[in-house]
Each structure stands twice: as structure tokens, then as C-alpha cells.
């Protein structure tokens, strides 16, 4: 069973940084793709960044290229999102995410395990 946990959110002022990471257990198959996700109150929950194992390339949201990066260590199974010059707007619950293969990583309804969130709150 495919064990994903959070963790590095909490509160920030407008223009700090902060990392997350995300631990991983039980994966026996490196043919995957991780990303994060956010969902702020009242709002969808959207995509941020999509990382695949084995490749170099990476997908970005709109509203984060540029101020976040993620980055996977496979040899520790942990998956880290970078995130720079946060804005209130940035204010969500953030997850981690998995599924097997490495397309539509970036399709909520396609992924197949979730970690249980962090709460990263900006203030201006």
C-alpha cells in the first residue's frame, strides 16, 4: 500500500518561502509521476507541478512558474516543492500525489493515492 505524508507548511509572511516534502512508502514501481496539488477554501482543487520519474522535464502551473520548483530524491522516495515569493493568494491546503505511468499526472480524477494535506497560510 502506497503511503504518501506531507510536510514543511504553515504560516508565512507575503514574500518568504517555504519547502515541502513529501515522504513516500510502500512504492515498488518507479514508472510513475508525482505532483502537487492545492485546494483553497471555496475553490477546486488545481494542480501546481508534475514531475516523472526518469525524465528531466516537468509541468508548472501558470500561477506558480517561475516562484515554485519541484524536485523528486528517488534514491528517498521524497518529493519537495520549492515554493518563493508567496503571495496571500498562495493560502491552501497542499498535496502530494501519485499515480502509476507517466501521463495525465496532471488530471485530478487520474490520480491514485493522496497525502492527507498541509496548510500553508500567507498574511500580507
Known amino acids: 500500500q502506497v503511503h504518501l505524508a506531507e510536510s514543511g507548511g504553515g504560516p508565512v509572511q507575503a514574500g518568504g518561502s517555504l519547502k515541502l516534502s513529501c515522504a513516500s512508502s510502500g512504492l515498488s514501481d518507479f514508472s510513475n509521476c508525482m505532483a502537487w496539488f492545492r485546494q483553497a477554501p471555496g475553490k477546486e482543487r488545481e494542480v501546481l507541478a508534475v514531475?516523472?520519474?526518469?525524465?528531466?522535464?516537468?509541468y508548472y502551473a501558470e500561477s506558480v512558474k517561475g516562484r515554485f520548483n519541484v524536485s523528486r530524491d528517488d534514491a528517498k522516495k521524497v518529493l519537495f516543492l520549492q515554493m518563493n515569493n508567496l503571495t496571500p493568494e498562495d493560502s491552501a491546503l497542499y498535496y502530494c500525489a501519485l499515480k502509476w505511468g507517466l501521463r495525465d499526472c496532471d488530471e485530478e480524477s487520474r490520480i491514485q493515492f493522496w497525502g492527507q494535506g498541509t496548510q500553508i497560510t500567507v498574511s500580507s
Open positions: 514531475i516523472y520519474a526518469g525524465r528531466s522535464s516537468k
